[in-house]
């Protein structure tokens, strides 16, 4: 019985250690675009929300791609 709660813990550990990872990807991406600390903020809030901010997330994408677009032609 102690064994089998050693590895579901284990388990539980590895799967929040890959979501903490792919997290911290999005935010290293996210940062290099040029996005700010406060908008990189707001969207992992929208994250942790679900689905039903996919709208919100999207067009903060856009935007930011378009200031990146406008950087790169200047």
């Known amino acids: 019985m102690r064994q089998n709660r050693i590895l579901l ?3 539980q550990f590895k799967s929040l250690f890959t979501v903490l990872c ?3 990807r ?3 991406c996210l940062k290099k675009s040029g996005m700010e ?4 903020k707001q ?3 929208w994250c942790a929300q679900g689905s039903a ?4 997330r999207r067009a903060m994408f856009l935007r930011q791609r378009e200031a990146v ?3 790169i032609a200047h």
């Open 69 to 71: 677009e406008a950087e």
């Open 9 to 11: 813990l284990l388990t």
């Open 22 to 24: 792919r997290c911290l």
């Open 53 to 56: 901010t996919y709208p919100q």
């Open 43 to 45: 969207f992992m809030e």
């Open 37 to 40: 600390i406060r908008d990189i």
């Open 26 to 28: 999005v935010i290293e």
